[in-house]
C-alpha cells in the first residue's frame, strides 16, 4: 500500500491550502486516519486525526483553523487548512493505521510542503 499526499504550495500568513492523501488501494482494517508535520530541526508533531466513524481529533494549534475529513470510498483523507501562519510551515505526512492480530500497522505518505510566507 502506498500514499501519496499532495496539495502542499506557498501562501501568504492568513491563506488557505487543502491537503488530500490517497491509499493505492483500500485497506482491510483501516480505522485512523491522521495528519503529522515536521518543521524544520523539530520533530514531527501530530496534527489532526479521523477515526472511520467520522470522530475527530486536533491539536491545540490548530483547533479552529484545521479541518480534517475522509472519502474513505476513494481512500481519500484532506486536511482543509485555512488562517495560515507562519508556524505552520513544515512538511506534512499522511499516516493510516491498519488493524492487525499483531499490533496496529501503519502506512505513511511521502509528505507534501506547505510554505506560509509574506
Known amino acids: 500500500v502506498q500514499l501519496q499526499a499532495s496539495g502542499g504550495g506557498m501562501v501568504y500568513p492568513g491563506g488557505s491550502l487543502r491537503l488530500s492523501c490517497t491509499a493505492s488501494e483500500t485497506i482491510i482494517g483501516l480505522y485512523m486516519m491522521r495528519w503529522f508535520r515536521q518543521a524544520p530541526g523539530k520533530q514531527r508533531e501530530f496534527v489532526a486525526s479521523i477515526l472511520s466513524t467520522d470522530y475527530t481529533t486536533y491539536a491545540d494549534a490548530v483547533k479552529g483553523r484545521f479541518a480534517v475529513s475522509s472519502n474513505l470510498a476513494n481512500n481519500t483523507i484532506f486536511l482543509q487548512m485555512n488562517r495560515l501562519e507562519p508556524d505552520d510551515t513544515a512538511v506534512y505526512f499522511c499516516?493510516?493505521?491498519?488493524?492487525?492480530?499483531?499490533?496496529?500497522?501503519?502506512?505513511w505518505g511521502q509528505g507534501t510542503q506547505v510554505t506560509v510566507s509574506s
Open positions: 499516516n493510516f493505521r491498519q488493524a492487525d492480530v499483531g499490533g496496529p500497522v501503519d502506512f
